[in-house]
């Protein structure tokens, strides 16, 4: 297992409110990738929480990877919003979650908000993740195609969030990795102005640091109006 990860507060914010955690031992690799939303004084504060939280109680927990990983989501979750409740600059706070645990053949997978966890394997990508949002409920409704969810000026609101109530479910995904495979993480301010045919290509080859590069570089080309994270998990070949 190979990782790398980067964070940009992108062109038009003034803080990065994005975060990232990325470890591995060789054999195995954890990721995660956090959006922290509340405004200037919280948002950084819900996305660092969650991400400490999640590593914390996935790395000391017990049982299978998918209760570790339920685990750890519903005491991150505890914690910002306990957080969100105690301290009145952070009132309103919460975060998006992505999370990635790859052990040998397989990997598990989760999320709750939007940002993403993508699939590559040779020249296909595909989303492994379901958008807790407005627009892909109206997309899975058949109200929207992917074109217009893409562009749509609800795109931004999410139905699901880490620390804005007292529970809240993560969904749970298993992917089979092959070598070579890899995982892309990233938040909205990525996957918002890099289509997935454009994931793929930039970050589909070559070494993963320069492979982050490249997805920064391009969604700076594109303005980057919000915070930019990535990070690639790879099964080596």
Not at 71 to 97: E, F, K, P, W
Not at 109 to 137: F, K, M, P
Not at 186 to 192: A, E, H, R
Request: glycine share 10%.
């Amino acid at each position: 297992m190979d990782i790398w990860g980067i964070t940009d507060r992108g062109k038009v914010r003034r803080q990065n409110q994005d975060a990232f955690y990325q470890w591995t031992n060789g054999t195995m690799a954890l990721a995660v990738v956090c959006d922290g939303m509340g405004g200037a004084r919280s948002g950084n504060v819900a996305s660092a929480l969650a991400a400490q939280y999640f590593v914390q109680v996935l790395s000391t927990g017990k049982g299978s990877p998918e209760d570790r990983m339920t685990q750890a989501a519903a005491l991150a979750n505890s914690a910002v919003y306990r957080r969100a409740q105690q301290d009145i600059n952070c009132r309103g706070m919460g975060t998006t979650l992505v999370a990635a645990f790859a052990r040998g053949p397989e990997a598990h997978i989760l999320n709750i908000g939007d940002s993403r966890c993508y699939h590559l394997s040779g020249d296909r990508i595909w989303q492994v993740t379901r958008d807790h949002s407005l627009v892909a409920e109206w997309v899975a409704a058949g109200q929207l195609t992917e074109e217009e969810a893409r562009n749509h000026p609800n795109r931004n609101i999410i139905t699901r969030a880490l620390g804005t109530e007292e529970q809240v479910t993560g969904d749970l995904y298993r992917e089979a990795l092959e070598p070579g495979d890899r995982l892309l993480l990233c938040s909205d301010g990525l996957s918002n102005e890099v289509t997935d045919e454009e994931l793929a290509r930039l970050a589909g080859g070559g070494g993963l640091r320069d492979c982050c590069d490249r997805l920064l570089e391009r969604a700076l080309e594109r303005g980057a109006p919000d915070n930019v994270t990535a990070v690639i998990l790879a099964a080596d070949g």
